[in-house]
């Protein structure tokens, strides 16, 4: 990010100076940072192509905002003053200028692209368009826009009134001025802002990636099943899920997309590559809690069954060589992905850690735990799995051991 505008900092010296703010897409996240940036006090104009859709997410907003105000969260003229300043729309013809436009259309490269440059026909020079994408290049969503210094992405979590965490993306040639703007601007919206380069994952699907990865490979080894291996991760690790029941939750070819997506823009790094345990479960239609079968099969009231944790097995593969050591072999891999990531340049540490707790609820942040278990000792842990699992999965960032981290 080299780039830098005076533009930015005169015209969005104030991030109240933003002013109305456009929203493209009413699903399910387009309408909740619609609420969000209505409850900050702005000016929303929510578009939506299919007819209807935006009006029926404000009436969504609308029940959203009134269990705020029964829980007592909210005041009814306070609610009804959120929902008023939203303005649902059909087309981006009816769309007024604005200071931000935030896009939250389907994850398509060609769609996004073609909002992009179309808003950055209509709209003012210094209106900051950015995209909710998870996983695609801002560089690449911005390639027709003339003056793409005022793209970048804002990625914020699901549900977005609920979850604090937005990571703010910079493309190549995303002004810094804007990128400190539009970061004060979430603060003052009551989200925890970091920030990152777009690269693939960002920060919180790239760094998670080993969470899911080196468990689909214990149990696809033989070495331990899903329920002691979650068993392990949870309460031993202090993680608020085990990883495989986290897939089924989240659904399995949802998180096989991100990993997929991941390794194709990494030139299929062996480190992401998808394991055929997922691949397999996704081909069977086990998707997960959405099918009732995934890792686990699930009953009518969403009970697991048949699956229970071996525990004999659990205390001793904790704690035993870092080959078939489930909570170890995990947090070596967590740490070095962040250590890479941080050694590159592309996030601070800080941020890092802030993503990973926040974003997916890490008892830790990884960079935190790799100042516990010793940086020189999770650099010897991933030299004796690419020992036990060669093939180039397993390569210690140089930074566990050059001294750039500490
Ligand atoms: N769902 C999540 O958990 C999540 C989390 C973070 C980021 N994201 C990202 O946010 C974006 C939106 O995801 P979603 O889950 O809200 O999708 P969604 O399918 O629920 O909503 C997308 C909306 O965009 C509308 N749309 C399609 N084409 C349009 C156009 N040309 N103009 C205006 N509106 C149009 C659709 O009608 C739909 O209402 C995606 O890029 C996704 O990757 C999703």
């Given at each position: 990010m080299d780039t830098d505008t005076t533009e930015a900092t005169e015209d969005h010296a104030d991030e109240s100076a933003f002013g109305p703010v456009?929203?493209?897409?009413?699903?399910?996240?387009?309408?909740?940072?619609?609420?969000?940036?209505?409850?900050?006090?702005?000016?929303?104009?929510?578009?939506?192509?299919?007819?209807?859709?935006?009006?029926?997410?404000?009436?969504?907003?609308?029940?959203?905002?009134?269990?705020?105000?029964?829980?007592?969260?909210?005041?009814?003229?306070?609610?009804?003053?959120?929902?008023?300043?939203?303005?649902?729309?059909?087309?981006l013809d009816e769309l007024p200028e604005?200071?931000?436009?935030?896009?939250?259309?389907?994850?398509?490269?060609?769609?996004?692209?073609?909002?992009?440059?179309?808003?950055?026909?209509?709209?003012?020079?210094?209106?900051v368009l950015a995209t909710n994408t998870s996983s695609i290049d801002i560089d690449d969503i911005a390639a027709d826009v003339s003056d793409p210094e005022r793209t970048l992405g804002l990625h914020f979590f699901n549900p977005p009134p609920v979850m604090k965490l937005v990571e703010v993306v910079h493309g190549s040639r995303t002004a810094r001025?804007?990128?400190?703007?539009?970061?004060?601007?979430?603060?003052?919206?009551?989200?925890?802002?970091?920030?990152?380069?777009?690269?693939?994952?960002?920060?919180?699907?790239?760094?998670?990636?080993?969470?899911?990865?080196?468990?689909?490979?214990?149990?696809?080894s033989g070495v331990a099943d899903a329920a002691t291996v979650d068993w392990a991760l949870r309460e031993k690790g202090g993680f608020p899920m085990g990883p495989l029941e986290l897939t089924d939750f989240i659904?399995?070819?949802?998180?096989?997309?991100?990993?997929?997506?991941?390794?194709?823009?990494?030139?299929?790094?062996?480190?992401?590559?998808?394991?055929?345990?997922?691949?397999?479960?996704?081909?069977?239609?086990?998707?997960?809690?959405?099918?009732?079968?995934?890792?686990?099969?699930?009953?009518?009231?969403?009970?697991?069954?048949?699956?229970?944790?071996?525990?004999?097995?659990?205390?001793?593969?904790?704690?035993?060589?870092?080959?078939?050591d489930p909570l170890a072999r995990t947090l070596a891999m967590l740490v070095n992905e962040a250590?890479?990531?941080?050694?590159?340049?592309?996030a601070s540490a800080d941020d890092v850690d802030t993503a990973m707790r926040l974003g997916t609820r890490y008892p830790k942040g990884p960079i935190a735990w790799g100042r516990e278990i010793g940086f020189d000792v999770v650099a010897r842990q991933v030299a004796e799995l690419d020992e036990a699992y060669p093939g180039g999965r397993y390569r210690p960032s140089p930074a566990l051991t050059d001294g750039s981290i500490s």
């Open positions: 456009g929203v493209i897409g009413a699903g399910a996240m387009g309408a909740g940072i619609a609420q969000v940036a209505a409850t900050a006090g702005h000016d929303v104009t929510l578009v939506d192509a299919v007819p209807g859709a935006a009006a029926s997410a404000v009436e969504k907003v609308g029940a959203a905002l009134s269990r705020l105000v029964d829980k007592g969260r909210l005041s009814a003229d306070d609610a009804a003053a959120v929902l008023a300043r939203i303005t649902p729309v059909e087309s604005c200071g931000l436009v935030i896009e939250a259309v389907p994850e398509d490269l060609d769609l996004k692209r073609r909002i992009f440059a179309d808003l950055a026909d209509r709209q003012p020079p210094t209106t001025a804007y990128v400190e703007h539009v970061t004060a601007l979430m603060s003052a919206w009551g989200k925890t802002p970091v920030r990152c380069s777009s690269t693939p994952g960002f920060i919180v699907n790239r760094v998670a990636r080993p969470f899911y990865g080196e468990a689909q490979r214990i149990v696809e659904g399995q070819d949802v998180n096989l997309a991100v990993g997929t997506s991941v390794w194709e823009q990494t030139g299929r790094d062996e480190r992401y590559a998808p394991t055929a345990f997922q691949r397999d479960l996704v081909e069977a239609g086990r998707l997960g809690r959405k099918t009732g079968s995934g890792v686990y099969a699930y009953a009518a009231d969403g009970s697991v069954t048949g699956a229970e944790p071996d525990l004999g097995l659990a205390e001793r593969l904790v704690g035993g060589p870092i080959a078939t250590v890479d990531l941080v050694a590159r340049g592309e």
